[in-house]
Protein backbone atom coordinates (compact mmCIF):
# COMPACT_ATOMS: atom_id res chain seq x y z
CA UNK A 1 0.00 0.00 0.00
CA UNK A 2 1.14 3.28 -1.05
CA UNK A 3 1.75 5.91 1.81
CA UNK A 4 2.38 9.27 1.57
CA UNK A 5 5.61 9.46 3.99
CA UNK A 6 8.87 11.30 2.78
CA UNK A 7 10.70 7.70 2.74
CA UNK A 8 11.61 6.22 0.16
CA UNK A 9 9.54 3.43 -0.87
CA UNK A 10 10.31 0.09 -2.87
CA UNK A 11 10.05 0.43 -7.35
CA UNK A 12 10.44 4.09 -6.79
CA UNK A 13 14.46 4.13 -6.80
CA UNK A 14 13.86 4.49 -10.38
CA UNK A 15 11.45 7.00 -11.16
CA UNK A 16 13.66 9.15 -8.84
CA UNK A 17 16.59 8.15 -10.80
CA UNK A 18 14.91 9.54 -13.23
CA UNK A 19 13.49 12.65 -11.92
CA UNK A 20 16.67 13.90 -10.54
CA UNK A 21 18.21 17.41 -11.38
CA UNK A 22 21.95 16.07 -12.58
CA UNK A 23 23.40 19.56 -12.45
CA UNK A 24 23.55 22.50 -9.33
CA UNK A 25 22.11 24.56 -11.78
CA UNK A 26 18.76 22.05 -12.07
CA UNK A 27 18.70 22.14 -8.79
CA UNK A 28 15.50 23.85 -7.55
CA UNK A 29 15.81 25.57 -4.20
CA UNK A 30 18.12 25.46 -1.04
CA UNK A 31 19.40 29.02 -2.24
CA UNK A 32 21.97 28.77 0.66
CA UNK A 33 23.56 25.24 1.00
CA UNK A 34 23.82 25.55 -3.57
CA UNK A 35 25.58 28.63 -2.67
CA UNK A 36 28.15 27.45 -0.06
CA UNK A 37 28.31 24.67 -1.77
CA UNK A 38 29.27 26.46 -5.25
CA UNK A 39 32.04 28.07 -3.63
CA UNK A 40 33.45 24.60 -1.68
CA UNK A 41 33.73 23.54 -5.58
CA UNK A 42 34.93 25.92 -7.67
CA UNK A 43 37.81 26.97 -4.98
CA UNK A 44 38.67 23.47 -4.93
CA UNK A 45 38.21 22.84 -8.84
CA UNK A 46 40.77 25.79 -9.25
CA UNK A 47 42.81 24.38 -6.41
CA UNK A 48 43.00 20.95 -8.39
CA UNK A 49 42.23 19.04 -4.99
CA UNK A 50 39.53 17.46 -4.01
CA UNK A 51 36.96 19.18 -1.73
CA UNK A 52 36.59 19.13 1.77
CA UNK A 53 33.97 16.52 3.22
CA UNK A 54 30.90 17.67 2.89
CA UNK A 55 28.18 16.68 5.19
CA UNK A 56 24.23 17.66 4.20
CA UNK A 57 21.89 17.60 7.07
CA UNK A 58 17.89 17.42 7.22
CA UNK A 59 14.81 15.66 7.18
CA UNK A 60 14.11 12.61 4.38
CA UNK A 61 12.92 13.86 0.08
CA UNK A 62 14.77 17.15 0.52
CA UNK A 63 17.39 16.61 -1.95
CA UNK A 64 20.37 15.04 -0.14
CA UNK A 65 21.24 11.92 -2.15
CA UNK A 66 20.68 14.03 -5.74
CA UNK A 67 22.48 16.58 -4.15
CA UNK A 68 25.73 13.91 -3.52
CA UNK A 69 25.46 12.74 -7.06
CA UNK A 70 25.42 16.62 -8.15
CA UNK A 71 28.82 17.19 -6.37
CA UNK A 72 30.28 13.80 -7.99
CA UNK A 73 29.00 15.57 -11.33
CA UNK A 74 29.94 19.05 -10.89
CA UNK A 75 33.62 17.37 -10.06
CA UNK A 76 33.61 15.18 -12.98
CA UNK A 77 34.36 12.43 -10.34
CA UNK A 78 32.66 8.77 -9.67
CA UNK A 79 30.61 8.38 -6.95
CA UNK A 80 30.33 4.95 -4.69
CA UNK A 81 27.18 4.92 -2.61
CA UNK A 82 26.59 3.28 0.90
CA UNK A 83 24.81 3.76 3.90
CA UNK A 84 25.89 3.89 7.80
CA UNK A 85 23.59 0.56 8.27
CA UNK A 86 25.48 -1.32 5.86
CA UNK A 87 28.83 -0.52 7.20
CA UNK A 88 28.39 -2.92 9.93
CA UNK A 89 32.01 -4.06 10.20
CA UNK A 90 35.16 -1.97 10.02
CA UNK A 91 36.00 -4.67 6.97
CA UNK A 92 32.96 -3.08 5.00
CA UNK A 93 34.59 0.20 5.17
CA UNK A 94 37.79 -0.68 4.57
CA UNK A 95 37.10 -2.54 1.56
CA UNK A 96 35.32 0.25 0.41
CA UNK A 97 37.55 2.82 0.91
CA UNK A 98 40.24 0.77 -0.48
CA UNK A 99 38.82 0.43 -3.76
CA UNK A 100 38.78 4.36 -4.12
CA UNK A 101 40.09 6.43 -7.20
CA UNK A 102 41.61 9.44 -6.56
CA UNK A 103 39.04 12.23 -6.71
CA UNK A 104 36.43 10.11 -6.15
CA UNK A 105 32.69 10.81 -4.02
CA UNK A 106 32.11 8.11 -1.44
CA UNK A 107 28.57 9.02 -0.22
CA UNK A 108 27.43 7.33 3.26
CA UNK A 109 23.74 7.89 3.85
CA UNK A 110 22.34 7.96 7.27
CA UNK A 111 25.65 8.41 8.63
CA UNK A 112 24.62 8.47 11.81
CA UNK A 113 23.80 5.00 12.04
CA UNK A 114 27.29 3.74 10.99
CA UNK A 115 28.91 1.18 13.73
CA UNK A 116 31.24 2.27 16.06
CA UNK A 117 34.41 0.47 14.80
CA UNK A 118 33.49 1.53 11.35
CA UNK A 119 33.44 5.13 12.56
CA UNK A 120 36.56 5.39 14.43
CA UNK A 121 38.13 3.84 11.01
CA UNK A 122 36.65 6.84 9.19
CA UNK A 123 38.24 9.20 11.31
CA UNK A 124 41.44 8.43 9.88
CA UNK A 125 40.55 7.82 6.53
CA UNK A 126 39.05 11.39 6.44
CA UNK A 127 41.59 13.53 8.14
CA UNK A 128 44.71 11.46 6.33
CA UNK A 129 43.73 9.33 3.87
CA UNK A 130 44.65 6.01 5.15
CA UNK A 131 43.28 3.05 7.60
CA UNK A 132 44.53 0.70 9.90
CA UNK A 133 43.49 -2.62 9.02
CA UNK A 134 43.76 -5.14 12.49
CA UNK A 135 45.28 -8.87 10.90
CA UNK A 136 45.17 -11.39 13.10
CA UNK A 137 43.53 -11.77 16.70
CA UNK A 138 45.05 -11.65 20.48
CA UNK A 139 48.42 -10.62 21.04
CA UNK A 140 49.70 -11.74 17.50
CA UNK A 141 47.60 -9.11 16.08
CA UNK A 142 49.33 -6.69 13.76
CA UNK A 143 47.93 -3.72 12.35
CA UNK A 144 48.92 -2.54 8.81
CA UNK A 145 48.83 0.83 7.55
CA UNK A 146 47.07 1.29 4.02
CA UNK A 147 46.76 4.37 2.53
CA UNK A 148 44.08 5.49 0.44
CA UNK A 149 43.36 7.72 -2.49
CA UNK A 150 42.46 10.95 -1.87
CA UNK A 151 38.71 11.05 -1.64
CA UNK A 152 35.80 13.47 -0.95
CA UNK A 153 32.81 12.30 1.65
CA UNK A 154 29.98 13.29 1.46
CA UNK A 155 27.31 12.05 4.79
CA UNK A 156 23.92 12.69 4.83
CA UNK A 157 21.68 12.09 7.61
CA UNK A 158 18.69 13.20 8.83
CA UNK A 159 19.75 13.51 12.49
CA UNK A 160 22.46 15.97 12.79
CA UNK A 161 22.47 16.25 16.69
CA UNK A 162 23.03 12.48 16.88
CA UNK A 163 26.38 12.30 14.73
CA UNK A 164 29.43 12.18 17.31
CA UNK A 165 31.33 15.18 18.07
CA UNK A 166 34.55 13.37 16.63
CA UNK A 167 32.86 12.98 13.50
CA UNK A 168 31.11 15.75 13.21
CA UNK A 169 34.18 17.68 13.16
CA UNK A 170 35.96 16.09 10.57
CA UNK A 171 33.54 17.56 7.88
CA UNK A 172 34.31 20.60 6.27
CA UNK A 173 31.62 21.82 5.05
CA UNK A 174 27.69 21.20 6.56
CA UNK A 175 24.62 21.36 4.27
CA UNK A 176 21.36 22.14 6.77
CA UNK A 177 18.48 21.60 3.87
CA UNK A 178 15.11 23.63 4.65
CA UNK A 179 11.49 22.55 3.30
CA UNK A 180 10.46 24.09 0.23
CA UNK A 181 8.57 26.81 -0.15
CA UNK A 182 5.59 26.31 -2.27
CA UNK A 183 6.82 28.35 -4.63
CA UNK A 184 10.02 25.89 -5.54
CA UNK A 185 7.42 23.09 -5.29
CA UNK A 186 5.68 23.84 -8.29
CA UNK A 187 8.84 24.33 -9.98
CA UNK A 188 9.79 20.83 -8.99
CA UNK A 189 6.29 19.82 -10.13
CA UNK A 190 6.08 21.29 -13.32
CA UNK A 191 9.65 19.83 -14.04
CA UNK A 192 8.86 16.41 -12.97
CA UNK A 193 5.53 16.66 -15.09
CA UNK A 194 7.23 17.53 -18.55
CA UNK A 195 9.77 14.93 -17.63
CA UNK A 196 7.13 12.08 -17.22
CA UNK A 197 5.05 13.93 -20.12
CA UNK A 198 1.92 14.67 -17.65
CA UNK A 199 -0.08 17.77 -19.12
CA UNK A 200 -0.49 19.72 -15.67
CA UNK A 201 -1.62 23.40 -15.45
CA UNK A 202 -1.04 25.92 -13.20
CA UNK A 203 -3.70 25.63 -10.79
CA UNK A 204 -2.88 21.75 -10.48
CA UNK A 205 1.29 22.24 -10.13
CA UNK A 206 0.00 24.84 -7.18
CA UNK A 207 -2.56 22.44 -5.48
CA UNK A 208 -0.10 19.40 -5.64
CA UNK A 209 2.64 21.89 -4.46
CA UNK A 210 0.50 23.37 -1.81
CA UNK A 211 0.40 19.76 -0.50
CA UNK A 212 3.32 17.97 -0.50
CA UNK A 213 5.06 18.98 3.17
CA UNK A 214 7.41 20.91 1.54
CA UNK A 215 9.09 18.08 0.63
CA UNK A 216 9.98 17.14 -3.41
CA UNK A 217 9.82 13.31 -3.05
CA UNK A 218 6.47 13.98 -2.00
CA UNK A 219 5.56 16.36 -4.75
CA UNK A 220 7.10 14.11 -7.43
CA UNK A 221 5.20 11.21 -5.52
CA UNK A 222 1.85 13.16 -5.30
CA UNK A 223 2.22 13.96 -8.95
CA UNK A 224 2.06 10.56 -9.97
CA UNK A 225 -0.90 9.65 -8.12
CA UNK A 226 -2.88 12.57 -9.59
CA UNK A 227 -1.86 11.73 -13.18
CA UNK A 228 -3.19 8.02 -12.60
CA UNK A 229 -6.73 9.72 -11.02
CA UNK A 230 -6.20 12.34 -14.25
CA UNK A 231 -5.95 9.13 -16.52
CA UNK A 232 -8.86 6.81 -14.87
CA UNK A 233 -11.25 9.28 -13.94
CA UNK A 234 -11.11 12.33 -16.51
CA UNK A 235 -9.07 12.89 -19.71
CA UNK A 236 -5.61 12.98 -18.21
CA UNK A 237 -4.82 16.81 -18.21
CA UNK A 238 -4.08 17.70 -14.54
CA UNK A 239 -6.00 20.46 -13.49
CA UNK A 240 -7.17 22.02 -9.88
CA UNK A 241 -10.50 19.62 -9.88
CA UNK A 242 -8.22 16.53 -10.60
CA UNK A 243 -5.82 17.63 -8.20
CA UNK A 244 -7.97 17.97 -5.09
CA UNK A 245 -10.39 14.98 -6.00
CA UNK A 246 -7.19 12.66 -6.14
CA UNK A 247 -5.85 13.61 -3.05
CA UNK A 248 -9.05 13.49 -1.74
CA UNK A 249 -8.37 9.58 -2.74
CA UNK A 250 -5.17 9.36 -1.45
CA UNK A 251 -6.07 10.70 2.04
CA UNK A 252 -3.80 14.33 2.19
CA UNK A 253 -5.50 17.12 3.53
CA UNK A 254 -5.56 20.45 2.54
CA UNK A 255 -2.51 21.26 4.48
CA UNK A 256 -0.79 18.03 2.94
CA UNK A 257 -1.03 16.19 5.92
CA UNK A 258 -1.15 11.96 5.50
CA UNK A 259 -2.65 9.83 7.62
CA UNK A 260 0.38 8.95 9.43
CA UNK A 261 0.85 12.54 10.52
CA UNK A 262 -2.89 13.32 11.07
CA UNK A 263 -3.08 9.90 13.36
CA UNK A 264 0.21 11.29 15.40
CA UNK A 265 -1.71 14.70 15.88
CA UNK A 266 -4.86 13.26 16.61
CA UNK A 267 -3.37 11.01 19.36
CA UNK A 268 -1.42 13.65 20.86
CA UNK A 269 -4.64 15.56 21.53
CA UNK A 270 -7.43 12.63 21.92
CA UNK A 271 -5.13 10.63 23.83
CA UNK A 272 -3.07 12.32 25.78
CA UNK A 273 -4.83 15.70 25.99
CA UNK A 274 -2.32 17.93 24.07
CA UNK A 275 0.47 16.26 25.93
CA UNK A 276 3.18 16.98 26.71
CA UNK A 277 3.79 13.14 26.11
CA UNK A 278 7.42 11.50 25.02
CA UNK A 279 8.07 10.47 21.56
CA UNK A 280 8.42 6.52 22.15
CA UNK A 281 4.67 6.63 23.93
CA UNK A 282 3.24 8.52 20.99
CA UNK A 283 5.05 6.20 18.64
CA UNK A 284 3.23 3.16 20.13
CA UNK A 285 -0.25 5.03 20.41
CA UNK A 286 0.16 5.27 16.58
CA UNK A 287 1.99 2.01 16.22
CA UNK A 288 4.79 3.79 14.19
CA UNK A 289 8.92 3.01 15.28
CA UNK A 290 9.87 6.07 17.20
CA UNK A 291 12.28 6.90 14.42
CA UNK A 292 10.07 7.33 11.67
CA UNK A 293 8.03 9.59 13.84
CA UNK A 294 10.73 11.38 15.07
CA UNK A 295 12.49 12.10 11.54
CA UNK A 296 9.94 11.48 9.52
CA UNK A 297 6.63 13.20 10.39
CA UNK A 298 7.72 15.52 13.54
CA UNK A 299 9.80 17.71 11.46
CA UNK A 300 6.65 18.94 8.78
CA UNK A 301 4.38 19.51 11.89
CA UNK A 302 6.71 21.44 14.04
CA UNK A 303 7.52 23.39 10.90
CA UNK A 304 3.82 23.84 10.88
CA UNK A 305 2.97 25.21 13.83
CA UNK A 306 1.45 22.07 14.89
CA UNK A 307 3.53 20.01 17.81
CA UNK A 308 6.33 22.01 19.71
CA UNK A 309 8.92 20.12 21.38
CA UNK A 310 9.09 20.97 24.68
CA UNK A 311 11.83 19.51 27.64
CA UNK A 312 8.93 17.69 28.84
CA UNK A 313 7.72 16.06 25.79
CA UNK A 314 5.89 16.43 22.82
CA UNK A 315 2.91 19.37 22.68
CA UNK A 316 -0.08 19.77 20.49
CA UNK A 317 -0.69 23.76 19.53
CA UNK A 318 -3.78 25.69 19.02
CA UNK A 319 -3.73 25.12 15.26
CA UNK A 320 -3.67 20.96 16.00
CA UNK A 321 -6.75 20.84 17.86
CA UNK A 322 -8.53 22.97 15.34
CA UNK A 323 -6.89 21.49 12.55
CA UNK A 324 -8.30 18.50 14.16
CA UNK A 325 -11.86 20.17 14.18
CA UNK A 326 -11.53 20.50 17.96
CA UNK A 327 -11.39 23.64 20.20
CA UNK A 328 -7.81 23.84 22.25
CA UNK A 329 -8.71 24.35 26.24
CA UNK A 330 -8.19 26.91 27.46
CA UNK A 331 -4.48 26.33 29.09
CA UNK A 332 -3.03 25.45 25.75
CA UNK A 333 0.59 27.08 25.11
CA UNK A 334 1.58 28.27 22.11
P1 LIG B 1 17.02 12.56 0.34
O1 LIG B 1 18.32 11.91 -0.01
O2 LIG B 1 17.20 13.85 1.08
O3 LIG B 1 16.04 11.65 1.03
P2 LIG B 1 16.62 12.60 -2.56
O4 LIG B 1 17.83 13.31 -3.05
O5 LIG B 1 16.59 11.12 -2.70
O6 LIG B 1 16.31 13.01 -1.02
O7 LIG B 1 15.38 13.28 -3.29
C1 LIG B 1 14.18 12.58 -3.51
C2 LIG B 1 13.60 12.94 -4.86
O8 LIG B 1 13.11 14.28 -4.79
C3 LIG B 1 14.63 12.94 -5.99
O9 LIG B 1 14.56 11.79 -6.75
C4 LIG B 1 14.23 14.09 -6.87
O10 LIG B 1 13.34 13.63 -7.86
C5 LIG B 1 13.44 15.00 -5.97
N1 LIG B 1 14.21 16.19 -5.59
C6 LIG B 1 14.83 16.40 -4.42
N2 LIG B 1 15.37 17.61 -4.37
C7 LIG B 1 15.08 18.21 -5.54
C8 LIG B 1 15.36 19.52 -6.07
N3 LIG B 1 16.01 20.42 -5.36
N4 LIG B 1 14.92 19.79 -7.31
C9 LIG B 1 14.23 18.87 -8.00
N5 LIG B 1 13.92 17.64 -7.55
C10 LIG B 1 14.34 17.31 -6.33
Given at each position: EETLSALPQQGERDVEGTLRPRRLDEFVGQPRVREQLQLVLESARRRGVPPDHVLLSGPPGLGKTSLAMIIAAELDAAIRITSGPALERAGDLAAMLSNLVEGDVLFIDEIHRIARPAEEMLYLAMEDFRV?????KGPGATSIPLEIAPFTLVGATTRSGALTGPLRDRFGFTGHMEFYSAEELELVVRRSATILDITLDTDGAAEIAGRSRGTPRIANRLLRRVRDYAEVRADGTVDRDVARAALKVYDVDELGLD??????????????????????????AVGEETTTVEEVCEPYL???????????????????????GLTPPAATPF
Open positions: DVVVGRLDRAVLSALVKSFNGGPVGVATLAVVRAGMLARTPRGRVATALAWEHL
